[in-house]
T-cell receptor
Framework: GQQLNQSPQSMFIQEGEDVSMNCTSS?????WLWYKQDPGEGPVLLIA?????ELTSNGRLTAQFGITRKDSFLNISASIPSDVGIYFC????????????FGTGTRLKVLA | GAVVSQHPSRVICKSGTSVKIECRSL??????MFWYRQFPKQSLMLMAT?????????EQGVEKDKFLINHASLTLSTLTVTSAHPEDSSFYIC??????????FGPGTRLTVT
């Protein structure tokens, strides 16, 4: 099925560093969701964005809904070892359906 | 709030048998649930949309007779993998949609077909 372009695919960072990842699409989205998935578990919803330009924080996490409605980014400040995992963006792109399209994921590894 | 459970968390079955996976929204009602399949180190692939009280909507390439979905109540959807084969081995995850169109995921079910 269709997927969003998410980058980077993976990243190694030092504990305490800030992290940034983004998702882009050729289609306009009206909702963006960001999830974190640990191995062997289901994704956990981190942040939901509902309108273009919206900037929302959840603790050390901040996400923004791009003005063009075709992109979104997620920032993690002062990373800690438990931030390790896979981060997925998901976009809702069409009326008449509740389906979300998922990004390819960013695998984050934090070096203590 | 917005907790989704899945049962079982792991199942091993023999080739040719059927397996049922349950997805429940514990603290909210969900008219729409979704079933995904995830292969190692890959993203989530939507299999079908489960609608309470009506037939599920399957994504292109997903065999509806092999993956039977029933959404009999506002808090329960089931996925039955019929006549399972080793290639059906995967991580199956459900999600439930809230009133403001957020999706909350269950913890997943690891299916191994021997």
């Amino acid at each position: 099925g269709q997927q969003l372009n998410q980058s980077p695919q993976s990243m190694f960072i030092q504990e305490g560093e800030d992290v940034s990842m983004n998702c882009t699409s050729s289609s306009i989205f009206n909702t963006w969701l960001w999830y974190k998935q640990d191995p062997g578990e289901g994704p956990v919803l981190l942040i939901a964005l509902y309108k273009a330009g919206e900037l929302t924080s959840n603790g050390r996490l901040t996400a923004q809904f791009g003005i063009t409605r075709k992109d979104s980014f997620l920032n993690i400040s002062a990373s800690i070892p438990s931030d390790v995992g896979i981060y997925f963006c998901a976009g809702h792109w069409a009326s008449g359906t509740y389906k979300y399209i998922f990004g390819t994921g960013t695998r984050l590894k934090v070096l203590a | 709030g917005a907790v989704v459970s899945q049962h079982p968390s792991r199942v091993i079955c023999k080739s040719g048998t059927s397996v049922k996976i349950e997805c429940r929204s514990l603290d909210f009602q969900a008219t729409t649930m979704f079933w995904y399949r995830q292969f190692p180190k890959q993203s989530l692939m939507l299999m079908a949309t489960s609608n309470e009280g009506s037939k599920a909507t399957y994504e292109q390439g997903v065999e509806k007779d092999k993956f039977l979905i029933n959404h009999a109540s506002l808090t329960l959807s089931t996925l039955t993998v019929t006549s399972a084969h080793p290639e059906d081995s995967s991580f199956y995850i459900c999600s439930a949609r809230t009133g403001n169109n957020e999706q909350y995921f269950g913890p997943g079910t690891r299916l191994t077909v021997t």
